[in-house]
């Protein structure tokens, strides 16, 4: 059997499954035969076309309704299906099946560029996606992060601020760094993010040669309640490669979608690519330890050991970048027994708006979808809404009930987290906004900080507005005098000028 003809058995076998055989003549979307696909049906051979040509009006129906809404960040992006195989016992730390040693489970990861649109070129400098839909026998998990292990901002209620600022301006549709400078000139936690975005991370080489990260922190709950702090990382086994500005540009003249066909490509030849899933733990005791706030997603766990704990490997791609690809959902809210959200800001906002997106983009019942529905069973009182594919039956929607019991299970409640203080709206304690940033721009060569330099003054050499480049540029020597003097040289800023407002920023 070819390779094509492999995917579309598996493919119609997912996604046609309990229909009847597969149909051998062209069919109407309700299984009635076609009987003329090539002209409409016309009152005589001059008259005019007939309403009551079911499949013409049916065509363009659906064709008018290809599109479902675009996810507003991460719309371009491609994705594969593979096996993530657990390799450690972290049976002490969360009940999670899916780490039980041994245990191979289903994935499908879709990897994306963030801000620009579905069609946009994949050599833009943007941080990418990677998103794993883990299909396990308790229900599926998301670990929904980025090639980064860091994001621009640390609080939700920011982050339609700062999209609105990266996408293209609403006067002219194009990305105006005026515009993105201008924010970030007011979010000075986002000078760590922006060093390793403006390096040549920025612009992987493909999707195999990046790692991924959770961004956030976790917790991983055991079968006693307890609860431990953790980090995800997928470190790429085929090594990191990433693309200069100028290989970039070079690049996109070419090939603008490279890293969707490296991906196809690599699968389809057989070079099925690989990474390994790292994780960092920390005990509730140990969060305060640090003098930066560690639940805070502009930072790095410096100093926290790895453990690696499995292998993931994509070994099949899709047979329909719609139904799979496209339609595929994820959300950091997917959770299954034996990990928990933590306390981060950002991650506590996420928690609600992509689930919220999903509906709003796919519908009610997007996890029905055969990309999305889980392998365990479900049993829920949700019902109705738009595209509702489910099997529920019976006289009982609703809970508790004598007439069909349908409990919930003690065993599987939240973990308690101990609080105390009465509500605010203030920021966290312990900002720490520059010291990592600079901390990443000494781990660089002398070329790749020569490259982040170019890349920097690219964008910020075009920003008009002297406040929010000197703004700007004082973050960056902040974070380390070096680094802020050669990029104002670069944008031929005063380094004086540059030197006393950094010395009146607090860390």
């Known amino acids: 059997m070819t390779n094509t003809s492999f995917r579309w058995t598996l493919a119609a076998a997912l996604l046609l499954a309990g229909s009847a055989a597969q149909a051998q003549t062209l069919t109407r979307d309700n299984g009635a035969p076609v009987g003329d696909n090539q002209n409409s049906q016309t009152a005589g051979p001059g008259g005019p076309v007939l309403l009551q040509d079911v499949q013409l009006i049916q065509k363009l129906q659906r064709f008018d309704r290809e599109r479902i809404p675009e996810r507003v960040v991460h719309a371009r992006g491609t994705g594969a299906h593979g096996e993530f195989v657990a390799s450690a016992d972290l049976s002490a730390v969360t009940r999670m099946k899916i780490f039980t040693a041994g245990t ?48 621009f ?69 055991n079968a006693q ?16 490669k990433n693309l200069s500005g100028a290989e970039a540009a070079a690049l996109q003249g070419r090939n603008f979608n490279h890293a969707s066909e490296d991906l196809i490509n690599a ?17 509730p005791e140990q969060l305060d330890g640090f003098d930066f706030n560690a639940l805070d997603a502009t930072k790095v766990w410096t100093g926290v050991p790895e453990t690696k704990v499995g292998t993931m490997t994509l070994n099949r791609n899709p047979a329909n970048i719609f139904q799979e690809t496209e339609q595929s959902a994820f959300a950091p809210g997917n959770l299954v027994p034996g990990i928990e959200a933590s306390e981060d800001r950002l991650l506590q906002g996420r928690l609600f708006s992509y689930n919220d997106t999903q509906f709003h983009r796919v519908g009610t ?62 920021r966290i304690a312990k900002t720490l906004n520059f010291r990592q940033a600079g901390e990443f721009w000494r781990s660089l060569s002398k070329k790749e900080q020569s490259s982040l330099i170019a890349n920097l003054a690219g ?42 407002a950094a010395a009146a920023l607090q860390d």
């Open 104 to 151: 191979r489970t289903p994935v499908f990861v879709r990897f994306s560029t963030v801000i620009h649109g579905n069609h946009s070129p994949e050599t833009l400098r943007d941080p990418r996606g990677f998103a794993t839909k883990f299909y396990g026998s308790e229900g599926n998990w998301d670990l929904v992060g980025n090639n980064l292990p860091v994001f």
């Open 267 to 283: 699968i389809t030849s057989g070079n099925f690519p690989k990474w390994d899933l790292y994780v960092q733990l920390l005990k």
């Open 365 to 426: 019942n997007v996890q029905q979808l055969p990309i999305n529905a889980p392998k365990a069973a479900v049993a829920s009182n949700n019902q109705d809404g738009d595209a509702n594919a489910g099997a529920r039956s019976g006289l009982v929607n609703y809970e508790p009930s004598r007439l069909r019991p349908l409990p919930a299970d003690a065993a599987y409640k939240s973990s308690s987290l101990p609080l105390a203080g009465g509500t605010q709206q203030a």
């Open 225 to 240: 309640g307890q609860y431990t702090y953790v980090k995800f990382h997928w470190k790429t086994l085929q090594g990191e």
């Open 153 to 221: 901002i640390r609080d939700a209620i920011k982050f339609p601020d700062m999209v609105h600022s990266l996408k293209p301006s609403p006067d002219t549709n194009v990305q105006d760094p005026n515009r993105f400078f201008d924010f970030f000139s007011q979010q000075p936690e986002s000078t760590h993010m922006l060093t390793r975005l403006y390096s040549d991370l920025g612009t992987p080489a493909s999707y195999r040669h990046m790692d991924g990260n959770s961004v956030h922190a976790y917790k991983f709950v």
């Open 459 to 500: 964008d910020l050499g075009r920003v008009d507005n002297d406040a929010v480049k000197y703004a700007m540029l004082s973050h960056f020597y902040k974070a380390d005098s070096g680094y802020g003097s050669e990029i104002a040289k670069a944008v031929k800023a005063d380094v004086g000028r540059v030197q006393q």
